[in-house]
């Protein structure tokens, strides 16, 4: 594996799914894993992820952030999970720096929850990556978060790999437990964002919500599809975007897991 720190890194949206992710092996896991194997090893890892979601922007800052259990009625084996990647103070510096004059609050009461961790358990097994995260602010328009995502893309060529975690289609109340299938409202939204991504259509992603009654259904809250937004804003007009994984659980949640600049 190429560990070059002048390597440009490509930028990476998870369809994280259920927590239980981490402890499975499957075909969205299994493709995980590839990708840590796949491409270069990064100097740092930032991620953005659908469950901090916060008024204003923030970046985890200390040296070694906590595993946050951001969650409730799972097996104990998944509250005993630790990811003990260090920290990276200097890098959230940086980021609080390219994001100006937009406000990031540089925190330490925050750490890796389960939208980072349940995904870098299985790309990056070892916890030998430093990571930091970035928080979404809720009450900025999702042009805000593409932006972001443009500005952020300048530490690609710094040895940092951009990651996001969500879900483009989450819609907790609709899952079918225990039944097979999805439902035709999920699967065509999934598919447009899907098309959207590959075709560059930016435009599209950022209004999402106009889509008219299947992005509502696929997107009743929008924290699990702006991660997608920096990426799509991290993305350069000559680099291609290729799908990792794919694919609709429980009816109503997508594992679609997108890689920009980088074959897959």
Avoid: C
Avoid at 44 to 51: E, F, G, N, R
Avoid at 117 to 142: C, E, F, G, H, M
Avoid at 167 to 193: C, I, K, P
């Amino acid at each position: 594996m190429n560990s070059s720190r002048s390597t440009h890194m490509p930028a990476i949206f998870f369809g994280h799914g259920s927590p239980m992710n981490a402890l499975d092996d499957n075909a969205y896991t299994q493709a995980w894993t590839r990708l840590g194997q796949s491409i270069p090893k990064p100097k740092a890892i930032l991620a953005i992820s659908a469950h901090w979601y916060t008024e204003g922007t923030a970046i985890t800052a200390m040296e070694r952030p906590p595993t946050i259990h951001d969650f409730g009625g799972f097996p104990q084996a998944l509250f005993d999970i630790r990811y003990p990647a260090p920290g990276d103070p200097a890098l959230a510096r940086r980021v609080q720096a390219l994001l100006d004059p937009v406000p990031v609050q540089l925190d330490h009461a925050w750490g890796l929850d389960h939208g980072t961790w349940s995904v870098l358990v299985k790309a990056y097994p070892q916890a030998d990556v430093p990571v930091v995260q970035l928080s979404i602010d809720a009450t900025r328009p999702n042009d805000f978060h593409f932006e972001l995502g443009r500005q952020l893309s300048a530490l690609r060529d710094e040895g940092v790999l951009l990651i996001a975690s969500g879900d483009v289609v989450h819609n907790l109340r609709a899952m079918r437990r225990g039944a097979t299938g999805s439902y035709d409202w999920a699967e065509r939204f999934n598919q447009q964002v899907r098309d959207a991504l590959l075709q560059g259509d930016n435009a599209k992603l950022v209004d999402y919500a106009s889509w008219g009654s299947d992005a509502m259904l696929s997107v009743p809250t929008p924290e699990h599809f702006l991660p997608l937004l920096y990426i799509a804003g991290a993305r350069r007009d000559d680099e291609a975007v290729s799908i990792a994984v794919d694919g609709i659980e429980l009816g109503s949640i997508s594992m679609l897991t997108a890689v920009v600049g980088a074959t897959v």
